[in-house]
């Protein structure tokens, strides 16, 4: 049947089962948007109140549902307001499709009004992008941009469409989508079963084994795999933040994230360590600290999906690449059951000896407020964060037991992330799951618009702002490393957090002490789910708090400043 271009996108959407979509409207994408009002009972179009904000939604919404997320913008400024969003999907490996408008295809590269070439700009930021200058082009290319988004190494793909290709007509015929292909796993020079009697081989040697893992074991779907590795080896595991919640954090074997804010245990088991096995990760420079002191008594194991990533920062010993959930289901049976009980030991008196610790002293502090949601919210609810001292307090303070409950922009560290991420993440959740948004007020006053958003769709997020008036991880690092000149820093601007709540029609609360924390997030939560509107509590907190441990730039992740 003939259909027009932007109706051939949408049924392209229904084929690939999308019923959600995020954007903001405007004159490029004016067809699409008529196309969408006429299957409106189909797709739900979220209106968001920026199109960054529409980005982060749609990154939310993918990392809670492990579902494709999609965004919609006009041509230039509303195409290059999703780039932040792209990024932070690009660099977190989370898989998207953005859906750009164009000036007419004749009038492209003459500098017409609100044009720019959206797919140069995203090149470096997408795993691949297109222009659809023929409408004969279109199905395949929406097909195509799933396909690359779910495949592999999952990430966003953008596609910009002219506004004369989703007028004109063309011949469309129903497709079922392609599966999600499984990349399958090999290793260099080697058959996959001799790389993997290989890995078996060093992991049966070892006395002193780490397993340290990251988003890849949470975005293959490996958590079952991984925790039978585990009780296989009898081996403490660390974690990335992105990789927090792919295995229980009140296990025994846990001993927390690693790195510039890792714990104690987790950063000296590495340093001990005789045998470094490294799943789902890309050895960030945060992680690694100085490269040539990282791990120095260990062989590194490295098992990735990515064959880019193997040897990029740190040097590999041996390495697996493909599927995870199947190298770990053939790897395991070649491995001895292991009693690293000395091993063991020696890690949890590690952690003993080095608790996450803060001053408590009555004051309300901002490592309490975080400690209290992680243990009053339930066992299904989720965590979103923003970025800064707040988000690194979250990975420290509160345990994550299952995948998908931590959700935070890693790679790229995007201020502003959280409120979109977060509406993202409600729409796609079942609604007796609570979502949790926490902030510092220098990343809330980013997107705080988003509020907007969250009212018009009656999301029923928590949104808890720690306000210390000032840019809390910035100005940690002035305080540590630049002699206390806190250049730009303070925010002194006295805003009203709670009334800005009120004007958007969210319910607002207050919290100036210890004492008033359970309570109010016991009603914020209640009130939430039983009015499905936002809820935002403003905690007023001291801005002399800082993230510890903290390893110095430049040194090695032993060198750690613990308070």
Request: with cysteine.
């Amino acid at each position: 049947m003939k259909l027009s271009g932007a109706e051939i996108l949408v049924e392209c959407l229904k084929e690939q089962h999308v019923d959600v979509l995020f954007g903001y409207p405007g004159g490029a994408v004016l067809n699409i948007y008529d196309a969408l009002y006429k299957h409106q009972d189909e797709i739900t179009h979220y209106r968001t109140a920026h199109e960054q904000g529409a980005a982060h939604a749609a990154d939310g919404y993918a990392r809670a549902t492990g579902r494709t997320g999609v965004c919609l913008a006009t041509s230039g400024p509303g195409a290059t307001n999703l780039v932040t969003g792209i990024a932070t999907a690009y660099m977190d490996s989370v898989p998207m499709v953005a859906i750009t408008g164009n000036v007419n295809v004749p009038l492209l590269g003459k500098d017409s009004f609100q044009e720019v070439d959206i797919a140069g700009i995203t090149l470096p930021i997408t795993k691949h992008n297109f222009i659809v200058k023929n409408i004969n082009d279109l199905a395949g290319v929406i097909r195509k941009a799933f396909a690359i988004a779910q495949d592999g190494r999952q990430g966003p793909v953008l596609v910009d469409i002219p506004k004369d290709v989703t007028a004109q007509t063309a011949e469309y015929a129903y497709q079922t989508p392609t599966p999600r292909r499984v990349r399958k796993s090999a290793q260099a020079g080697l058959t996959l079963q001799a790389g993997l009697e290989k890995a078996a081989a060093l992991l049966n040697q070892s006395q002193k084994p780490l397993i340290y893992t990251g988003g890849g074991i949470i975005a293959s779907g490996a958590s079952p795999e991984l925790k039978e590795l585990v009780e296989t080896l009898n081996a403490p595991i660390a974690s990335s933040a992105m990789g927090l919640g792919g295995f229980p954090g009140s296990d025994s074997h846990f001993t927390g994230m690693l790195g510039m804010h890792g714990t104690g245990a987790s950063n000296f088991a590495a340093t001990e360590c005789d045998l470094f096995m490294a799943i789902g990760v890309r050895f960030s420079d945060r992680v690694v600290g100085s490269a040539p002191r990282f791990a120095p008594n260990a062989k590194i194991l490295h098992f990735d999906i990515d064959p880019a990533e193997i040897n990029k920062n740190i040097r590999a010993s041996h390495s697996v690449t493909g599927n995870l959930p199947e190298i770990l289901k053939r790897l395991i049976p070649m491995l001895h059951p292991m009693d690293h009980t000395e091993w063991t030991a020696r890690v949890s008196a590690m952690k003993e000896r080095y608790p996450l610790r803060y001053q408590k002293d009555g004051i309300l502090r901002p490592q309490y407020v975080i400690e209290r949601i992680g243990a009053l919210r339930g066992p299904d609810d989720v965590i979103v964060t923003e970025v800064g001292q707040h988000q690194m307090w979250a990975c420290q303070y509160i345990q994550y037991h299952k995948p998908r409950s931590f959700i935070s922009s890693g790679g790229l560290g995007t201020m502003g992330y959280g409120l979109g991420a977060a509406i993202g993440a409600v729409i796609g959740l079942p609604k007796d799951r609570t979502v949790f948004n926490i902030a510092g007020d220098g990343s809330f006053r980013m997107n705080s618009i988003e509020l907007a958003t969250a009212v018009d769709y009656n999301i029923p997020l928590v949104e808890v702002i720690l306000s210390n008036h000032a840019l809390g991880m910035v100005r940690q690092w002035q305080n540590l490393f630049y002699e206390k000149r806190y250049s730009q820093t303070d925010i002194i601007r006295n805003l009203d957090f709670h009334k800005l709540a009120e004007a958007y029609q969210a319910a607002a609360f207050t919290v100036t002490e210890s004492e008033q924390v359970d309570g109010v997030l016991r009603e914020a939560i209640d009130l939430a789910k039983r009015s499905r509107k936002p809820a935002v509590i403003n905690c007023e907190v001291g801005p002399d708090d800082n993230v510890f441990p903290m390893v110095p730039p430049g040194a090695g992740i032993d060198e750690l400043v613990m308070e």
